[in-house]
């Protein structure tokens, strides 16, 4: 039987080392410049101490339960005989694995409430879920097929940069930062360990260049739907003046 808990000290020091420079910070932003009263203060502490519990726990499981199947999973479907039924159904894992991701989350709640409504959290999470499930597709593609990383990257990167020209500065930081934001703990446990694994049981595929390029894919596909969802909506402001 696994222990759950083994390698748990290592984690609450990594998880220290993290938070800490936050909590140094706010502490001297708080003498100098905020100087909030104490009710407020007990509530961003109790804030910090949730986090740290749950942050902590969340990346234990990662390490005893994420992480290890998603290798297992990625190594029995590299060994199947029909193995790109997968790519439909990697479409489908990097849908939920973006929508469910905390800090995407967050994000999107942000942007509605700054926005006043006129982008609906519902709409940019699923824009993006879309993008990364694409991406995923495109990175299973890749590691049957071999294609180099680049065809994909650097033709996405030029498209991005010309869509970013076109697009309001609103859309074009929601896309740069939905970027960034999608590779969190979901993605880069659960799927990053999946793709490893099944890079190494692949003939002639890199576990280091092939598994881990997915996420150099995934960081792209949310500027892209980000930036397509913006000349939507600009064509929508067009049509309706």
């Known amino acids: 039987m696994i222990n759950v808990f083994n390698g748990f000290t290592d984690v609450l020091i990594d998880v220290t080392y ?4 936050l909590l140094i910070f706010f502490m001297i932003f708080q003498i100098f410049f905020l100087r909030l009263k104490w009710p407020r203060v007990r509530d961003i502490l109790m804030g910090f101490l949730l986090t740290y519990v749950g942050l902590s726990l969340f990346l234990q499981g990662v390490n005893v339960g994420f992480m290890p199947i998603g290798e297992m999973m990625g190594e029995v479907i590299g060994g199947l005989s029909n193995r790109y039924i997968f790519i439909p159904i990697g479409f489908i894992l990097g849908f939920f694995a973006a929508f ?3 800090a995407l989350q967050v994000q999107t709640k ?40 680049w065809y994909f990257v650097l033709p996405g990167y030029l498209l991005s940069f ?15 930062d939905s970027g960034g934001i999608v590779t969190g703990p979901m993605i880069s446990t659960f799927m990053l360990s999946l793709f490893v694994g099944l890079a ?42």
């Open 162 to 176: 010309y869509l970013a020209s076109k697009s309001s500065k609103l859309f074009t930081a929601i896309a740069f």
């Open 200 to 241: 190494g049981v692949t003939e002639g595929r890199d576990p280091l260049i092939d598994g881990f390029g997915m996420i150099a894919l995934v960081a792209l596909a949310p500027i892209l739907s980000v930036l397509l969802l913006g000349r939507i909506y600009a064509g929508g402001k067009k049509g309706a003046s």
């Open 110 to 149: 942000q942007v509605e409430r700054i926005s006043a409504g006129a982008i609906p959290r519902r709409v940019l999470l699923v824009t993006i879920s879309i993008g990364v499930g694409l991406s995923i597709m495109l990175s299973i593609v890749r590691i049957f097929v071999g294609f180099s990383i």
């Open 100 to 102: 469910a991701e905390p």
């Open 18 to 21: 993290a938070l800490l420079p």
